[in-house]
């Protein structure tokens, strides 16, 4: 028991650390700008060229990390995280910035499901949902250590020395993988079923790996775009709040998900059957939330704002309950691959709201202003609907599809809230 949690720390200090890297960007992006000298849309594209890699690498690396394994994986990843973080300490303008910010792409997209591969390895089906939510719930120290610290950072200690800062973090989280990590605590018994039993084509022709994969789409976009770029901008040069109490409801909006994930884990170990319930039930109170604000008079009332921020944190928890899906329905030898195939959804959703929130703002943007005024921000935001629609359709769709596809003893045990190891 010991030894399972010891290998689930080591994912996670790695995990932490990627989300530190991948978040760095979000309460840095004024100073990115007045850095780079550029408007929104070449701003935004800092973070859909990391998104875009993170996505696009999400179904390699996971055939990759089914035939090499965890520690290989969260290494290399983590060397390409620390190479990306030294060249955007340096970077003079917006081409050196955005290579740095692929290279962070990259190694952030073997990083998440490495470590959910060690949870599906080292622990029981039952306790699977619960510690992939823990796993992002602690994950997520590394979007808040990235917020108020880093702010602090950027005005007394300058640009290059705070990126230099984290490249020296990264470096240290590489080494202890390196040296502790174990992949699985039988790897004989996995090599021979991995080669049995992996393929990409059997993942994905499981309508519960879609369900997953359409889970994580609709349910984490929201929250993530708004803690990852837009919603520091946002809070500060549409609703006027000062920075700092931005980087604090950005903290809170962490401090939200850390709380929400272990009651969404528990909830999905205890009524497997209606996950999808929860996150549909998700996705209604975040359009609600955004309904209020874009609505609202002129700027809102910083009580108001709080309230959406802490609806938004049940973004990052709804999310991972996609993951729980491809490992209910994908045997342990394609388990990668299938994760993959889910942590696409969430990210081309992201990528296509960064784009669209940046082209909005600069359409809607006099030449010559200082700033997007609030009005542009709610029309720019107000594109998340559009999405919303789309990914609930879906869900709803491939949730009946799922169920249809299961054996009657599957289904009945599922709706009698029992865990199932998985059912590839």
């Known amino acids: 028991m010991g030894r399972r949690h010891l290998m689930w720390a080591i994912g996670l200090v790695a995990y932490v650390i990627a989300v530190f890297h991948r978040s760095s960007l979000g309460v840095a992006g004024v100073a990115a700008a007045d850095r780079f000298g550029v408007g929104t849309s070449l701003l935004a594209m800092l973070s859909v060229a990391q998104l875009a890699v993170y996505a696009g690498m999400q179904i390699p690396v996971g055939v990759l990390l089914d035939r090499f394994g965890s520690r290989r994986m969260l290494v290399a990843g983590g060397s390409l995280m620390v190479a990306g973080q030294l060249l955007f300490a340096y970077a003079g303008d917006i081409g050196p910035a955005i290579a740095a910010r692929v290279l962070i ?23 699977n949902p619960l510690m992939v939510q823990l796993t992002g719930m602690v994950g997520q120290l590394g979007a808040l250590s990235s917020a108020v610290p880093l702010v602090v950072l950027l005005r007394d200690e300058g640009w290059t020395a705070t990126f230099l800062g984290a490249g020296v973090l990264g470096i240290a989280a590489v080494a202890l993988v390196a040296v502790a990590l174990k992949d699985t605590p039988e790897p004989r018994q996995v090599k021979a079923a991995r080669a049995a039993d992996m393929g990409l084509k059997r993942s994905w022709a499981h309508p519960g790996t879609r369900l997953g994969l359409w889970t994580h789409f609709v349910s984490g976009y929201s929250g993530g775009v708004f803690a990852l770029l837009w919603g520091f901008p946002f ?105 993959g195939i889910v942590n ?80 590839g």
């Open 105 to 127: 792409g990259v190694g952030d997209a073997m990083t998440f499901i490495s470590v959910l591969r060690v949870v599906a390895m080292w622990y029981p089906p039952r306790r």
């Open 235 to 339: 809070l500060t040069q549409g609703e006027g709040l000062s920075p700092a109490t931005a980087a604090l409801l950005l903290s809170l909006l962490t401090v939200g998900g850390i709380v929400l994930g272990p009651v969404f884990g528990h909830f999905c170990g205890r009524l497997p059957y209606h996950r999808s319930t929860l996150v549909l039930g998700i996705v209604a109170c975040s359009a609600v939330a955004w309904a209020v604000v874009l609505l609202w008079p002129g700027r809102a009332p910083v009580a108001v704002l709080t309230g959406l921020v802490l609806v938004l944190a049940m973004n990052g928890p709804g999310s991972m309950i996609g993951f729980d899906y491809a490992r209910s329905f994908n045997p342990a030898a394609r388990i990668g691959g299938a994760t």
């Open 344 to 423: 696409v959804g969430g990210f081309v959703a992201s990528i296509v709201l960064i784009v669209a929130i940046g082209v909005l703002l600069d359409v809607q943007t006099p030449a010559g202003a200082a700033h997007p005024s609030l009005g542009a921000f709610k029309w720019a935001f107000a594109v998340q609907y559009l999405l919303w629609g789309l990914g609930a359709v879906q869900v709803w769709r491939y949730r009946r599809t799922t169920r249809r596809s299961m054996a009657p003893e599957h289904l009945a045990a599922m709706r009698r809230g029992e865990a199932l190891p998985a059912l």
